[in-house]
């Protein structure tokens, strides 16, 4: 189970909005970059000034970013914008953002930084396993249980515990364990799959 499986109704959601900015000549490439520069920025600041009140930005913004996701891809599929810019753009700039938006919770709690930043290492580990799932001759695999949009749900949810008055204490350390944990699954479940994918394909 992942979160990626709502997607459908979320773009079924969007689609009159997509429409209305495939009209205006929005182009989906400009829609990716727009979605990495302020997830970086937001990053930069929460890492710089992480005062608690202001990680609720981070549930809000991924929230429009999954928006933003959903946009750019259906206005590459549905509006006839699909470029090979555009595929490197698209999963190079969510793995600099999710590393950007997930760097504040690692320098915010000392204690528990090296298990964040392995937490952050695996993550892109995790889309990594899922690019490849093409150059074996599979499609790019979305398995969870910890994909991008499984995470944003998970840091949003921390963003809005640190924003409450939540603090990490000893329990931190286990907790980004269990992420990492969680995240191993996730790589393991879409090498599988992608071999598996791959080999029926090819039978």
Known sequence: MSVYQLKT?????????????????VTANQVTLLAAVVSVALGLFLSLAPYPHWFLLVPIWFLLRMGLNAIDGMLAREHGQKSLLGAYLNEISDIISDA?????????DQTGMLPALAVIFLSTLTEFAGVLGQAVGASRR???????????????AIGVFVALGGTFAAWTPWF???VALLLLWTIVNRVRAGIREAQTSAA
């Open 9 to 25: 109704r979320f773009q079924t959601i969007l689609r009159p909005l997509v429409r209305f900015l495939a009209a205006r000549g």
């Open 142 to 156: 979305y398995d969870g249980p910890l994909g991008k949009s499984d995470r944003a749900v998970l840091f949003g």
């Open 100 to 108: 950007a938006l997930y760097l504040p919770f690692a320098l915010i």
């Open 176 to 178: 980004w364990a269990a």
